[in-house]
């Protein structure tokens, strides 16, 4: 069973930085998508960026530009670089998994992914 735990949340001012990382384990294959997606309150949940074992990644248009996903397949650890955070990033943050690649738009429906980390929470204040 994959598990994943993330961690590097918390607050920041408009236009500040936070970086998310996330560790897995219980991979049993080396071909796998990571992804990152929020969920702010009232709204459904909705990718953000992603990244493959072999380096493909896709971003959501409301942060390309600003967040960089990033991984270290030695540490089974994946990364969120984000910067010039706005008040509309404010939502709880969650890693993801699936063994086998995806591609393009399905790399950020949740539906991909069966496995989930519990979350880290990001405010960003104006």
């Known amino acids: 069973q994959v598990q994943l735990v993330e961690s590097g949340g918390g607050s920041v001012q408009s236009g500040g930085s936070l970086r998310l990382s996330c560790t897995g384990s219980g991979y049993t294959s080396s071909r796998r998508s990571m992804g990152w997606f929020r969920q702010a309150p009232g709204k459904e949940r909705e990718g953000v960026a992603a990244i493959r074992s072999d380096g493909y990644s896709v971003y959501a248009d409301s942060v390309r530009g600003r967040f960089t996903i990033s991984q270290d397949n030695a540490k089974n650890t994946q990364y969120l670089q984000m910067n010039s955070l706005k008040p509309e990033d404010t939502a709880m943050y969650y890693c993801?998994?699936?063994?086998?690649?995806?591609?393009?738009?399905?790399?950020?429906?949740?539906?991909?992914?069966?496995?989930w980390g519990q979350g880290t929470q990001v405010t960003v204040s104006s």
């Open positions: 993801a998994a699936r063994h086998e690649y995806c591609s393009g738009s399905w790399c950020k429906d949740p539906r991909m992914f069966p496995y």
